[in-house]
């Protein structure tokens, strides 16, 4: 049995209430209805009493129906509330959106209005039942899937079928989820064209049953390339058949950008260790050869497997392995050690070498082993300068290509650069520099920086890292981080050793970033409207001038703020509520109430959008004072309200009266009251969509004009009547206004051209037609078919083309009454088209 539904009608006419409670529970025997009054008497209820739906008035005394909308709404958020009023504008319909209203219904004249009424209370409870039902494990879902990085999918057995895809795909892709799920196979128009096809036979491998993975590289539409793994997965039905895929795919990029580094780094050592005449080992902690030259294989006659894990001793006669171990104890207690001994070589003869030992430490000092560089010294003797050659190769095996080093004798005060320093400066290497020399390479102002940082560092200990300018001979002038740190033995400074790094680009960089910002600045306090910037957690950042003069708050004091401190009309929850559901590609607009420092208060239409602010995500609003505009309107409103409150709710009442009294009996005199009461009803609709359509239009969006139509003419009283649609065209419109003129056009049709009569809508250049084949216009200098209050129909009311051309002029078109073929036809141009 279907369970039974509780509503609550809240309506300031008791005889509008109790006949809508009658007409309800007719409609739908699952209704109970108790009506009132007033909404204090109807919170009260609400508090004792279990209540599925709420239905209630707008213009009632005290508190109106949004107001109390808000109350019920603070203790009740998911409980179903529908607006059922006959003060009906778009600005009420916005209030109660904005307020959470759940469905928004203006009384009408009949009494079809009630089965309408009663179909929307019970899709309201019925979808907040079912709501509630699965918004738990939605929701655990959709959070699961959001927090990773990782794009997660699931594909139907084939992959035609998008069935869930978090919104990673759109940071990893750069496309929008939206052109996944109109074609499932859009991602592989990304796929580099070269991995396709693994790709595609992963695709393949998973559909046919079984786990699939791949490694390729997307083309992001802005043409930034990135690396990603795909693993799939099937998932089989019961009868073993593939279902459905799922899997996920992550991002790569950083990772192949390292191990291609690693593979580049890894063959410019190998490559400059094979072309030494030294012989280079590498042994691990346990003393085992893990790396070595070809220059091993060569001089000991060995292949790489006999060489693979053997020890020190084994390349050295029996009678010198005693000196290779003490030359190991030594390295493991101080780091570094020389050891002079003969290597075996392939012809069994003993050639002298000197090695030299390094221990080699991981970035947290644990050890790894130790490196080896053996010269050849046979009938040589001075091998110094090479040996220490060779010592420096194997220190800066690791360093950064585009570094210049250099090291200054404390003793001696010699000053020696490296090559690669000797290029950056612009200089010839035909002698070393002296101390003074090297300073004046430095811009005249920036000397006396390292100057006195490298005093520091000889006299304290101190370790420096300044960026400062150098001039080189041409003239050029680079920007340079210049580091350097003292070697300290027995507490005494022997030595400092450091780099000079080109970092031109980057500093130019910098200042173009700082330039940006102030010109962001000089913009943004130039506005005349008041404008901010909002942090994630709804604390001003920002502050333009405009925003300080017009609040009368200092700059200090609005920063401290958020926007609830000034807003009048919304709490810290709904504002930080607004930045959370603020979208990241379009803007959003909608109007509130700034309370300056004195108390005024400033009606205000809000600009926000998604901006990056320092480097983090921030929404940028701007407020424009709109207090001429509000005036406007609450003029239209007093006329709108008399017209509707004071008006339609009696006439409702009479309707429905005179509904109920003719369902018992019928008279001639009841059936001619009726026809005035609905007469009189179309008046009031007409006066209403007058007032209140005359706004120029704010609200575009992209309308499908084919699809409108069709919908219009299910709202017309067709009878006989034909709709021939010959337009596919896309136009931007305010959705909502646009259906009410092409209601008006297609109810002009069908009332002055006859019960058979074909309506044809199509193309224009720039817009669109509706024309018929009925009576067509009239003709005379007099006669102005848009004029308010012209009809040629004893029961029309006279309006329905004049809203027509407002509606048109709202939207900057024009509309223009000519003769068609035999019949009248109305042109619609100035039309933007949808791309």
């Known amino acids: 049995m279907a369970a039974g ?15 809508a409670s009658e007409f309800l529970t007719r409609r739908d025997d699952r209704f109970t209805v108790h009506t009132t009054t007033n909404p204090e008497e109807a919170m009260s209820y609400l508090r004792d009493n279990q209540v599925d739906c709420v ?6 005394p005290g508190k109106n129906g949004i107001e ?3 109350a019920v709404r603070e203790d009740y958020p998911d409980l179903p509330f529908i607006l059922f009023t006959g003060k009906g504008s778009e600005e009420v319909a916005s209030d109660a959106i904005s ?11 009949g009494t079809s209005q009630y089965a309408v009424l009663a179909n929307r209370i019970v899709n309201a409870v019925e979808q907040t039942r079912a709501r509630r039902r699965v918004d738990e494990t939605e929701q655990k879902l959709t959070q699961l899937a959001e927090k990773t990085d990782d794009i997660l999918y699931m594909f139907s057995a084939d992959w035609s079928e998008l069935l869930f895809v978090n919104s990673a795909f759109e940071d990893i892709w750069g496309l929008p989820t939206d052109e996944l799920e109109a074609d499932a196979t859009a991602f592989m128009e990304h796929v580099h064209p070269e991995d396709r096809d693994d790709v595609q036979q992963a695709m393949n491998q998973v559909s046919a049953g079984t786990v699939g993975d791949v490694e390729y590289r997307v083309i992001r539409p802005d043409g930034q390339q990135r690396w990603v793994r795909a693993d799939s997965k099937p998932v089989l039905d019961a009868d073993g058949n593939v279902d459905r895929i799922v899997g996920f795919v992550r991002d ?3 990772r192949k950008a390292h191990e291609r580094e690693l593979r580049e780094e890894r063959a410019f050592v190998e490559q400059t260790l094979d072309a030494l005449d030294d012989i280079f080992l590498v042994f691990d902690t346990e003393f085992r050869l893990q790396r070595w030259n070809e220059q091993v294989l060569d001089v000991t006659g060995s292949a790489a497997d006999d060489v693979t894990g053997a020890k020190p001793t084994a390349f050295v006669p029996e009678d010198q392995r005693a000196e290779v171990s003490d030359a190991l104890d030594a390295v493991l207690e101080t780091g570094t050690a020389t050891v002079q001994v003969d290597v075996l070589a392939a012809d069994g003869e003993r050639v002298p070498y000197e090695f030299v030992l390094t221990r080699l430490v991981d970035d947290e000092g644990d050890d790894l082993g130790f490196a080896s560089i053996g010269r050849d010294i046979s009938g040589k003797h001075a091998r110094e300068a090479e040996l220490e050659r060779a010592h420096d190769l194997l220190g800066q095996a690791k360093e950064i290509a585009g570094v210049g080093g250099w090291e200054l004798d404390t003793e001696t005060m010699e000053m020696y650069w490296t090559d690669h320093l000797y290029d950056l400066l612009g200089v010839d290497c035909e002698r070393a520099p002296s101390l003074d020399e090297s300073l004046d390479v430095y811009h005249e102002d920036d000397r006396e920086i390292v100057e ?8 304290d200990g101190e370790s420096f890292d300044v960026t400062v300018r150098l001039r080189r001979p041409d003239g050029e002038l680079r920007w340079v981080r210049s580091q350097g740190r003292p070697v300290v033995e027995d507490g005494e400074v022997v030595s400092v050793r ?3 790094q080109d970092v031109t680009v980057q500093q130019t960089r910098e200042r173009e970033l700082e330039q940006a910002r102030q010109d962001y600045e000089t913009l943004f306090n130039g506005m005349n409207d008041m404008a901010w910037v909002m942090d994630t957690d709804g604390q001003f950042v920002a502050a333009n001038d405009a925003a300080v003069e017009k609040t009368g708050y200092s700059r200090d004091e609005l920063l401290s703020m958020s926007p609830a401190d000034i807003d009048a009309s919304h709490g810290e929850s709904e504002v930080l509520e607004l930045i959370e559901r603020l979208p990241e590609d379009e803007t959003q607009v909608f109007e509130t109430v700034h309370e300056t420092s004195d108390g005024r208060e400033i009606p205000v239409e809000i600009s926000s959008s998604v901006v990056s602010y320092r480097g983090e995500a921030a929404a940028l609003s701007i407020a424009r004072d709109i207090t001429d505009r509000k005036h406007r309107e609450q003029r239209l409103e007093q006329f709108a309200s008399v017209v509707s409150h004071d008006l339609r709710n009696p006439l409702a009442v009479a309707k429905g009266r005179v509904k109920l009294v003719r369902a018992d009996r019928d008279s001639e005199n009841l059936e001619q009251a009726a026809e005035s009461l609905a007469r009189m009803d179309g008046l009031i ?3 209403l969509t007058l007032a209140r359509k005359g706004e120029a239009v704010r609200d575009w969006e992209p309308v499908e004009l084919g699809d409108l139509i069709e919908e219009a003419w299910r709202h017309v009283a067709t009878a006989d009547a034909t709709l021939r649609v010959e337009t596919t065209r896309r136009i931007l419109a305010d959705r909502s206004r646009l259906q009410q003129l092409v209601e008006n056009l297609l109810a002009n049709a069908t009332e002055h051209g006859g019960s058979d009569v074909t309506v044809t809508v199509g193309d224009l250049a720039d817009g669109f037609y509706v024309e018929d084949d009925g009576a067509g216009i009239p003709t005379g200098d007099d006669v102005d078919v848009f004029e308010a209050g012209y009809s040629e129909d004893p029961d029309g009311t006279g309006f329905g083309l004049s809203i027509v051309e407002q509606v048109a002029e709202a939207h900057g078109w024009r509309v223009e009454a000519t003769e068609g073929d035999g019949g009248a036809r109305f042109e619609v141009t100035g039309v933007e088209s949808d791309a």
């Open 498 to 500: 450091g780099a000079v």
């Open 68 to 70: 109390f909308l808000e």
């Open 5 to 19: 539904m509780e509503i609550l009608h809240v309506d300031d006419e008791p005889g509008f209430a109790e006949m």
């Open 252 to 254: 790569i990029t950083d």
């Open 685 to 687: 609709e007409d006066l």
């Open 99 to 109: 307020a959470g209203v759940t469905d928004y219904l203006q009384k009408e004249g």
């Open 55 to 60: 239905v209630s008035d707008h213009d009632m």
């Open 452 to 459: 006195d940082a490298l005093h520091r560092a000889l006299e």
